[in-house]
């Protein structure tokens, strides 16, 4: 009799065995995200799917994309010349003038040009760790508490990332918080480099920049922000607030070939938060390239395309490209340059983009929806979906939406734009 009930214990434990390895795919599947990040990398590996090694490729025949999009011109809003006054010449106070005889010419003797300084800093910035998922309200945080704003990053999370599941905060969303929620101002910029950064930090102004970045192999590329507030020149570094790895695992510095290596990954875009009256300071640190949306958005589509012919495997110089190209043929109502934006997006899938990108950006989605390519949506939104974190990106239900449509199925779209709303009412605003 012990003997049978030995048998049928194991036997008993065995079944259980087998349904817990059987269902525990299933599980680790509905776990929370934030949840899930203390399962073992082991077991992760092997009872889940992982991330496939790039987005699918494009669907169909591709156009020459080298020459397509190398070769189109990039045209820019009709927008009036800004010419800064010139210099007012004044004559010293105690010259007199004289009815008898001709005075000599006044001769300004022309500034020396000064050389920056090696060495800024913006003061103290708080150190704050994020917790899961949560970079951008953190380094939002960070930036606010600098100026006084008393929030916490839950206070942010709350209002531009409402389900806390969700793996982006877009730069305008965080623009609208500081706009809409503090006596603060914000812009988002795309096109940045190293020089503007040395300016915005010698004027004062702390900069959060959208960067990628690679933690190890298992975790592979992801995005992330990154609060700049100082530089060195002697050392060829920046000082930095990470909020993921934090100067408890480094020493909050940022080599500047790093920085500019991972910042292109998302087309040097930077956030500037300053006291409304240091406006025209702003504009003034920042240059006649940032004063309209369609010169910038021209600058940073040449700035790409000088990438992408000096390093045509560069897939993220001609994703940069497409998105720049994109966002011009918005301002510009030009549908054919929404052609051209696909051509250099064909290019960077066929090279080979993280599967994570379309996580973060979304100009891709727009560039092949305006380019009457519903098909290429449906395929990288699909593969997307395959994932926990991709079904906790808002805009990849809003994008499908939008192609399932395109393609005659109103059923299929109005399902996908309605959990699209039900993960963030305000997408697709």
């Not at 790039?54 to 994309?65: D, E, K, R, Y």
């Not at 507030?229 to 607030?241: A, E, K, M, P």
């Amino acid at each position: 009799m012990n003997r049978q009930r030995l048998v049928l214990l194991i036997v008993a434990a065995a079944v259980l065995a087998l349904a817990g390895w059987w269902a525990m795919p299933r599980l680790l599947a509905a776990m929370p995200g934030r949840v899930r990040q203390y399962v073992p990398e082991a077991v992760l590996a092997e009872l889940t799917t992982p991330l496939p090694a790039a987005l699918p490729a494009p669907t169909g025949p591709t156009p020459a994309a080298l020459a397509t999009a190398l070769a189109a011109p990039i045209a820019t809003l009709a927008m009036p010349t800004l010419t800064p006054p010139p210099p007012t010449a004044t004559r010293p106070a105690d010259q007199s003038l004289s009815t008898t005889a001709t005075p000599a010419p006044i001769t300004t003797p022309s500034p020396i040009p000064t050389q920056p300084p090696p060495y800024a800093r913006v003061g103290e910035l708080p150190i704050i760790p994020q917790k899961f998922n949560n970079c951008g309200p953190t380094n939002l945080t960070i930036v606010l508490n600098h100026y006084g704003v008393d929030v916490d990053q839950f206070d942010v999370a709350g209002v531009v990332r409402p389900n806390y599941e969700d793996r982006n905060v877009s730069p305008g969303e965080l623009v609208a918080y500081v706009n809409d929620h503090t006596p603060l101002r914000a812009a988002a910029y795309a096109g940045g480099d190293l020089d503007l950064l040395r300016r915005l930090l010698r004027a004062g102004l702390p900069v959060i920049i959208e960067k990628g970045l690679e933690p190890d192999a298992a975790t592979g590329w992801m995005g992330h922000y990154l609060t700049v507030y100082g530089y060195d020149d002697i050392t060829s570094h920046f000082l930095v607030r990470d909020t993921f790895l934090g100067p408890w695992r480094g020493d909050g510095l940022a080599r500047y070939a790093d920085t500019e290596h991972y910042w292109a990954q998302f087309n040097n875009t930077f956030i500037v938060v300053y006291p409304a009256e240091r406006a025209a300071d702003v504009a003034a640190t920042l240059g006649p390239t940032f004063a309209d949306p369609a010169t910038m958005w021209a600058a940073a589509a040449e700035r790409a395309r000088a990438a992408a012919r000096l390093t045509p495997d560069d897939a993220f110089a001609w994703f940069n490209l497409g998105t720049s190209l994109t966002e011009l043929a918005a301002l510009n109502g030009d549908n054919a340059l929404f052609g051209t934006a696909t051509a250099a997006y064909d290019q960077a899938r066929l090279l080979g983009l993280p599967p994570r990108m379309v996580w973060y950006q979304f100009g891709m989605y727009a560039a092949y929806l305006a380019a009457g390519r519903a098909a290429d949506v449906l395929a990288l939104t699909e593969a997307t979906l395959e994932n926990q974190g991709g079904r906790n990106v808002e805009e990849t239900y809003y994008y499908r939406g939008l192609a399932l449509a395109a393609a005659g199925d109103e059923a299929g779209a109005q399902a996908a734009l309605a959990r699209a709303a039900e993960l963030n009412p305000a997408v697709g605003h």
